[in-house]
């Protein structure tokens, strides 16, 4: 199967009865069950449906099919084989490349909620019609949809690996330090600020090793491998409440398979064979 997510955008893209058609309603997922399988439903089905809802836009091909957005503010009748899925779950019940396209879908739907007025007059914005953007019919100002770069970075002393418990984790999840780039910094930058701040820690021979997008709402994740220098650690207490050197035999519960933080781990763990 090609099983493939491709990014495009056309404002002006007619809809056709068999394009798949993501349909979000208060943070879930409108999904079909088929057999085993959970899929997104096409235009024609949703259309039987009789859902209303806002703007839909045209964002990329899976598998050769036509992708919209759109999102329903009504409590609507789901049928028999349908179900909303919160999309905090959505990423453990389907395949990766589906993922990236729900996570696209959401993050236009995110930008389409958040510009409806111009940021620099107020006035109502218009969707612009040759690219996915947004114009000000008043002063012309564009806005294009936001994305928030982050870092998130394993680090490492020889055979041990750095995993901290958030706050904010559910269960007693344990996982690699994380932070938003600041405005005027630079990646390398970003990364030992975030472990000095969380953790007490000094880091040297940053390494990049791979991004993913996290598009709830609009993150960029950018990974790094770094090696320890110097300190203790020492929580901030604040977002970080616990954190500790592991080694690959006595790891923490640990994020799940398609989270960016766990297929580092998971270098980590080969890298250490
Ligand atoms: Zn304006």
């Known amino acids: 199967m090609n099983n493939k997510f491709i990014v495009l955008s056309d404002m002006n893209?007619?809809?056709?009865d068999n394009a798949l058609f993501f349909m979000f309603f208060n943070g879930n997922l409108l999904v079909k069950q088929d057999?085993?399988?959970?899929v997104i439903p096409v235009f024609n089905e949703i259309e039987k449906l009789k859902i209303k809802y806002g703007d839909k836009f045209f964002f990329g091909e899976f598998n050769n099919q036509d992708c919209f957005v759109a999102e329903t503010y009504?409590?609507?009748i789901l049928l028999e084989n349908y179900k909303l899925v919160p999309l905090y779950e959505i990423g453990t019940l389907i395949e990766e490349e589906l993922f990236t396209a729900i996570g696209r879908a959401n993050q236009i739907l995110n930008w389409d909620k958040t510009h409806k007025f111009c940021g620099k007059c107020g006035t109502k914005t218009e969707n612009k019609n040759n690219e996915l953007a947004k114009i000000c019919p008043k002063c012309k100002h564009v806005m294009y949809p936001v994305i928030c770069p982050a870092i998130i970075v394993a680090v490492t002393r020889g055979e041990e690996i750095?995993?901290?418990h958030n706050k904010g984790f559910k269960n007693n999840m344990y996982s690699l330090i994380a932070g938003f780039v600041e405005a005027g910094e630079d990646l390398t930058n970003t990364v030992k600020r975030e472990v000095l701040e969380e953790v007490g820690i000094k880091v040297k021979n940053i390494k990049f090793n791979r991004s993913s997008h996290w598009s709830f709402p609009n993150s960029l994740m950018l990974g790094f491998f770094a090696e320890y220098e110097s300190g203790e650690i020492k929580v901030d207490g604040e977002e970080i409440v616990h954190a500790d050197w592991f080694t690959k035999d006595n790891f923490p519960t640990i994020p799940q398979k398609f989270t960016l933080a766990r297929k580092i781990i998971d270098e980590f763990v080969e890298k250490t064979k």
């Not at 893209?13 to 056709?16: F, G, H, Q, T, V």
């Open 35 to 38: 057999n085993d399988n959970i």
């Open 162 to 164: 750095l995993l901290a």
């Open 74 to 76: 009504e409590e609507f």
């Open 13 to 16: 893209k007619e809809i056709k």
